[in-house]
Structures are given as structure tokens and as C-alpha cells.
């Protein structure tokens, strides 16, 4: 069996403080993308669509 998630990828800026400069690594995020990633690392068997917009 597979499971589908669907839904929207995010990205977000975390921020990593370094020095007097703060720098923001992009990190994928997003309700359906990490629930898919979760089902993922516990071994099962995910599909994950999306729609790209501009």
C-alpha cells in the first residue's frame, strides 16, 4: 500500500547565527511534505504531489 499527501511545499528561512552576521538556510516545510517525510523515515511506502505555481 502507498500513501498519498498532498499539498503545498514551503520553504522556510531558519535562522543560524554566525558572528555579527545572521544567515537564513532555506529549510522544506509544510504540513503534507513533512507528514509524508515522517511516513517515509518509518519505513513505509509515500507519495507526495504537489502543483507548482509562479
Known sequence: MVI????E???DLM????GEELVRHPI???S????AMG????????AY???LST
Open 32 to 35: 503534507a511534505y513533512n507528514v
Open 15 to 18: 535562522p543560524d547565527p554566525r
Open 28 to 30: 522544506l516545510g509544510g
Open 39 to 46: 511516513i517515509a523515515r518509518l519505513g513505509g511506502r509515500v
Open 4 to 7: 498519498a499527501a498532498c499539498g
Open 49 to 51: 504531489a504537489w502543483e
Open 9 to 11: 511545499a514551503l520553504v
